[in-house]
C-alpha cells in the first residue's frame, strides 16, 4: 500500500529554533499533501495543502511565515517551522494523496515538536 | 459544506463485544467517507472508505461501515472487540476535491 515516511518522529528543541519536518511518499507520486496539526486529545486540524511546484494554500489563521511550506518535488514536502516558541509545540502530521477523484489520504506517523 | 459528527468522545466496551462508533455527515454533495485509526503517537490509518456502489463497505481488521444516505450515517462496527482495537477513530468526509473533513475523533476503549 501507499507508504509515507515523516521525519523526525520527535523532536525537542530550545525556544527561537526553526525545525524542518520532512514528508515523504516511498511508493507514489503525491501531487498534493496536507500538513495537519493535533492538539492532545483532539482532532486534526488542516494547517495548509501544498500541490507540487506551487505555494501552499494555507488555512485561516495559520501564519504563513510562521509555518513554511515547501513541496518542491513529487515525493517530498517540508514543514518548517521558524523561530518556535513553545506554544508550537504539538504533533504535526503529513498526508499524501495523488491526482484521482476520492483517493484517500495517506498519512505520515507524525511528528511530536517539544519547544522548551 | 460538509462537516462530521461523531457522537460519543469515548467508548467502552468489553472484549469480545460488538464494537459500534457512530458518525453523521452533512454534504451539499454526495458524499465520499472515510474511517481512519490512530494509534498512540502515531498518525492515522485508513480503516475503509466508501466512495460508490455497496453501501456496506468491508475494512481491515475486521471492521465494516455502512452508508445509509436516509440517516447521513456511516457508523463503524465489528462483532468482537479485541485489546488491540484500543485506539481513536476519526470519521472524515470529502467532497469530489482532495478536501477532507474531519469528525472530532472517538476514543476507544477495551475492557479485558
Known amino acids: 500500500g501507499a507508504v509515507v515516511s515523516q521525519h523526525p518522529s520527535w523532536v525537542i528543541c530550545k525556544s527561537g529554533t526553526s525545525v524542518k519536518i520532512e514528508c515523504r511518499s516511498l511508493d507514489f507520486q503525491a501531487t498534493t499533501m496536507f500538513w495537519y496539526r493535533q492538539f492532545p486529545k483532539q482532532s486534526l486540524m488542516l494547517m495548509a495543502t501544498?500541490?507540487?511546484?506551487?505555494?501552499?494554500?494555507?488555512e485561516q489563521g495559520v501564519e504563513k511565515d510562521k509555518f513554511l511550506i515547501n513541496h518542491a518535488s513529487l515525493t517530498l514536502s517540508t514543514l518548517t517551522v521558524t523561530s518556535a516558541h513553545p506554544e508550537d509545540s504539538s504533533f504535526y502530521i503529513c498526508?499524501?494523496?495523488?491526482?484521482?477523484?476520492?483517493?484517500?489520504?495517506?498519512f505520515g506517523d507524525g511528528t511530536r515538536l517539544s519547544i522548551l | 459544506a460538509q462537516s462530521v459528527t461523531q457522537l460519543g468522545s469515548h467508548v467502552s466496551v468489553s472484549e469480545g463485544a460488538l464494537v459500534l462508533l457512530r458518525c453523521n455527515y452533512s454534504s451539499s454533495v454526495p458524499p465520499y467517507l472515510f474511517w481512519y485509526v490512530q494509534y498512540p503517537n502515531q498518525g492515522l490509518q485508513l480503516l475503509l472508505k466508501y466512495t460508490t456502489g455497496a453501501t456496506l463497505v468491508k475494512g481491515i481488521n475486521g471492521f465494516e461501515a455502512e452508508f445509509k444516505k436516509s440517516e447521513t450515517s456511516f457508523h463503524l462496527t465489528k462483532p468482537s472487540a479485541h485489546m488491540s482495537d484500543a485506539a481513536e477513530y476519526f470519521c472524515?468526509?470529502?467532497?469530489?476535491?482532495?478536501?477532507?473533513?474531519f469528525g472530532t475523533g472517538t476514543s476507544l476503549t477495551v475492557i479485558p
Open positions: 501544498s500541490n507540487e511546484g506551487s505555494k501552499a494554500t494555507y
Open positions: 472524515a468526509v470529502s467532497d469530489t476535491g482532495n478536501q477532507f473533513y
Open positions: 498526508s499524501a494523496t495523488w491526482t484521482g477523484i476520492n483517493q484517500p489520504q495517506h
